[in-house]
């Protein structure tokens, strides 16, 4: 592909808001996972969690966006001056120009859960103030995302569950190669639910401890939120040193399992050797890998495999949800904004939590945040219903 | 730059909307050579699917595959190469509503089953276990623009990434009391086998673009009423001249005021 600059970004996790409280958090190895005490949810398990996301209030003729991942969208937006870089584009292109590329599992589905407590007791209705459109729809947060900079050109949400936000590079790729746009907002956003925190401990996937990536005593995740966007543009032939670059994309699917990776690892193997050809890249240049590293033990094992098939122990490579928890559809975009971090100021982001490596997995599995120069990192994002993606970012010299 | 013009030819159509079970009733109402009873959507049994799939998949699912294949052995083609984009204004209706009561009651412990087949992908990933397909897959939603997202992102893995693409564009309805805010009235769903490059099984040829037009309607009231309710049948105008055989400009429906137009050129 011909490569995109990504002229802005940011990331909003349990770490903190913005850029500056992730950097420091990943320099540091510091976890934002606490014990769980979300809404009524009783379960013996950790979450990432961000600060004073109900906080935030939209404005008043955005009113029936109101609901949690809504909010949480807004204090992404509005970190680190994204959403006037997001402005500046729109008058540059022009508000039919700039795209809007989202991704998200399970949207504002909390808003719904709540209603579902208020039906009215003779008719099982749901509240009058329920809005499904803006609220739970999968469609929300783009529809929200594209009402917010009052932009009248195209927008989809992808919803592949935890490759989601991975994929909207791979979408918005496409229609910006195409010329339909100029621009393009992608990201992702989720936020805490009932349905995550149930599903997942339903299917025994939740840690009781703060999750442990690639550990011998892993034992499942823990979820998070979180929202993360960049805006992307086609690079110019000569962009500054410094600049962040999306070299390629990789998609595949495992075809397997609903809620199982396949345990060779094949469908992740498949994402990321398609990913290094989009970029027309070996492996041998990749400097950095942050691993998709659920902590769940089949998780890791698959992609364990899979990226030592590709690139043996020679690349350093750590999964980062054992500091921001696994933040679902907002995963693939954090981990993409991760990577341009480590590219931005060569780090090597450790892996908090994570005390005795797997011995079964033979990868060059980064305990401890180092530096390290970084020219090229590869991100991994895997999803539910076996759907897989890989990026590939690099910097300019 | 110089836009690169959205082109692909259509190989293979799928298609079920209440009264309408397959591609060829559908030419018939569209052609008026037979009259839309009413009736509710029938959804085949995907006796593609493994038995133990086959029993958990629920009427979206069945849905998408059905449309899905159809489309595909009207184009004779290898299912497990192609690339899939999936979109739809919501996932399984059913299985959300049940999701949402259970964790509104005491006993919160909810069936890992009902967890997985409550992604949006769901369908998508029942395709993938099915055809073995392991090409990339994109699940979309734009609410009552899905068919256009859908057919924006088939088009540029078919002009971009010179990919022959299986779009599904489906709808299913919620039960109450979700109903009473999201009036989808049945099972309904189209799917287009798309291609870069003209075949000896081209049926058409369509180029998009983005218009501030107002959206074609449909003639038949009946029709109309399925185009306006079932985001997915926004497509029938496109449809309808797609099986009369006719070339010309429709304009579809999609995130006003941004639509599309679709030139339709018979081959």
Known sequence: ?397 | MTPTPLTAWIEGVGFIAPGLPDWASACAVFCEKTALTAAASILPVPSILPPAERRRASRVVKLALAIGLEAAAHAEADISTLATVFSASGADGHNCHALCEQLASDDRQISPTRFHNSVHNAAAGYWGIATKAMAPCQVICAYDASFGAGLLDALGQVVIDQQITLLMAYDSEYPEPLYSKRNVPDCGGVALLLTPEKTARSQARITVSPTSATADTMTNPELEKLRTRIPALRSLPLLQKLARGEAGIICLDYLPPMQLNVDLQPC
Not at chain 1, 222 to 244: M, N
Not at chain 1, 383 to 392: D, I, M
């Open chain 1, 1 to 397: 592909m011909n490569p995109l600059l990504l002229s802005s970004y940011t990331a909003t996790t349990s770490l903190g808001h913005g850029l500056d409280a992730l950097l420091a958090g990943l320099r540091e190895g510091r976890s934002g996972l606490q014990p769980c005490a979300f809404e009524t949810v009783r379960l013996d398990t950790w979450i990432g969690e961000v600060a004073a996301v109900d906080a935030e209030k939209l404005p008043k003729s955005l009113a029936r966006y109101d609901c949690r991942n809504n909010r949480l969208a807004q204090l992404g937006l509005e970190a680190d001056g994204f959403a006037g870089r997001v402005r500046a584009a729109i008058a540059r292109y022009g508000k039919s120009r700039v795209g809007v590329f989202l991704g998200t599992s399970t949207s504002g589905i909390l808003q719904t859960e709540l209603a579902y407590r208020q039906r009215d007791p003779a008719s099982g209705a749901l509240p009058d103030d329920f809005v499904y459109r803006t609220t739970h729809n999968f469609f929300s947060l783009t529809e929200f995302t594209r009402d917010y900079f009052g932009l009248e050109g195209p927008a989809m949400a992808i919803s592949t569950a935890c490759s989601s936000s991975a994929k909207v590079f791979a979408v918005a790729a496409r229609q910006l190669a195409s010329g339909l746009i100029d621009a393009a907002i992608v990201g992702g956003v989720d936020s805490l639910c009932l349905t995550t925190l149930y599903g997942f401990a339903s299917l025994q996937l939740t840690s009781p401890t703060p999750c442990r990536p690639y550990d011998i005593a892993r034992d499942g995740i823990s979820v998070g939120e979180g929202a993360a966007f960049a805006l992307l543009e086609r690079a110019p032939d000569k962009p500054p040193a410094g600049s962040i670059l999306l070299l390629g994309t990789g998609e595949s699917s495992d075809a397997y399992h609903m809620s199982a990776p396949h345990p060779e690892g094949l469908g992740a193997k498949m994402a990321m050797a398609a990913a290094l050809r989009s970029a027309h890249l070996n492996a041998a240049d990749i400097d950095y890998i942050n691993l998709h590293g659920t902590a769940t033990p089949a998780n890791d094992a698959a992609e364990g495999k899979a990226v030592a098939a590709l690139f043996a122990d020679q690349v350093p490579c750590s999964s980062t949800k054992g500091a921001t928890g696994h933040t679902l559809g907002a995963a693939g975009a954090v981990e993409a904004i991760v990577c341009a971090l480590a590219l931005q100021h060569d780090l090597l982001p450790g892996s908090p939590n994570t005390e005795n490596l797997d011995p079964t997995i033979p990868l060059q599995y980064l305990t401890q945040s180092r530096s390290g120069k970084v020219r090229h990192a590869l991100s991994n994002s895997f999803g539910f219903g076996g759907s897989n993606c890989s990026l590939v970012l690099g910097v300019t010299q």
